[in-house]
């Protein structure tokens, strides 16, 4: 029996990165400037064209990750009063 491929995250990040021509670290500006308004929310998530932004602080990054992106529809109700423990 044949073994079957796994691909990890960082696989697919790496891939988009060096063979697809993705420039991930302008793709990560990008996004990191269009939340830079909404940086004094803290934790929670901000809505941007029906996206849900999640975002949560991390002292060991000096301010506010980013830490998923949902798309429109999702209910992240919870999400947005603060309450990140589902």
Do not use: C, W
Request: net charge positive; proline share 5%.
């Amino acid at each position: 029996m044949k073994q079957r491929v796994h691909v990890s995250d960082h696989a697919i990040v790496r891939y988009l990165e060096r063979v697809g021509g993705f420039q991930i670290e302008r793709l990560r500006s990008e996004i990191a400037a269009r939340l830079q308004p909404f940086a004094g929310v803290g934790r929670g998530a901000v809505v941007i064209d029906g996206h849900a932004y999640v975002m949560d602080r991390n002292p060991t990054k000096g301010g506010i990750v980013l830490v998923t992106v949902l798309p429109p529809g999702s209910d992240h109700r919870d999400i947005l009063t603060g309450d990140l423990r589902r």
